[in-house]
């Protein structure tokens, strides 16, 4: 077997004395990211308003051996959003991964849409991960360093009766790209996952005839796990990632939209 070079045993992705922030951890794809966050040596502010889920997520983080506190901000709130992140900072230490997860859906198509069905799904999807990293982003500078990691979707390429999420996670994009130029001078990077159909319990309610017609639009001809998602976050989140930004990564099994 051919020795592995120098450079090749380096590539461990630890983030051991790293403290981050997960919003919307209370299950699903934010709960896969905060496991294995921890278990790549981080500690995690696990941020959910559902205070049942957070507090599970974060038991969860501890059980497996990890360093995890809950916490129940509503991020569309600038001034929960301030107290939550200097609160991390007292428990954990100063924040260096954020992950702007957190994420609502309420479809409809544009005749039938509310007001508030549009206000609520940009209110949280967008301008709570904007809150989000107005936050955090000073002390990152003054330490001239830092990892922001945004979840859009697939859907920000467009899907039928979506258009206030589709908005959103377009919005997430938009904010990764010229955040990207904003902060690089900084020594902070950051970067988006557009996830394609995971394995969740939203989808998981999808009937066995939707589920099947959505596989066939997939080239990899299966459905998306968390810990797909979470792979993603822990390489963006680690030193291998330094010389990567403003990128928008499909974990989508190789379709395009959704």
């Known amino acids: 077997m051919a020795r592995a070079s120098a450079w090749e045993s380096k590539m461990t992705f630890l983030l051991n004395g ?3 922030i997960v ?11 905060a496991l294995a966050l921890a278990k790549a040596g981080a500690s995690v502010l696990v941020n959910d308003i559902d205070q049942e889920e957070a507090a599970r997520t974060a038991c969860m983080v501890r059980q497996a051996g990890g360093k995890a506190e809950e916490n129940f901000a509503d991020i569309t709130d600038a001034e929960q959003v301030g107290i939550m992140v200097s609160e991390a900072a007292e428990r954990l230490g100063m924040i260096d991964i954020l992950v702007n997860n957190a994420g609502i859906i309420q ?13 609520d799904v940009l209110r949280l999807n967008l301008t709570g991960a904007f809150y989000c990293t107005r936050a955090v982003v000073p002390s990152m500078i003054t330490r001239n360093c830092g990892r922001i990691i945004n979840i859009s979707s697939m859907s ?18 938009g904010m990764t790209r010229a955040l990207g130029l904003e902060l690089a001078p900084k020594g902070i990077t950051v970067n988006c996952i557009a996830p394609g159909l995971i394995n969740t319990p939203k989808t998981q309610e999808f009937s066995a005839e939707i589920r099947e ?28 990632a330094r010389y990567i930004t403003r990128q928008v990564l499909h974990v989508s099994g190789g379709v395009e939209g959704m």
């Open 23 to 33: 919003t919307g951890a209370g299950g699903g794809i934010g709960r896969g990211i």
């Open 156 to 173: 920000y390429l467009g899907n039928v009766g979506q258009v206030n999420y589709c908005a959103s996670k377009a919005g997430i994009v």
């Open 213 to 240: 017609r959505l596989l066939k639009r997939i080239p990899l001809r299966a459905i998306g796990e968390p810990r797909d998602i979470a792979a993603a976050v822990v390489f963006f989140a680690s030193d291998e």
């Open 107 to 119: 479809d409809s198509l544009i005749q039938k849409m509310r007001d508030e069905a549009w206000d």
């Open 18 to 20: 790293k403290s981050a």
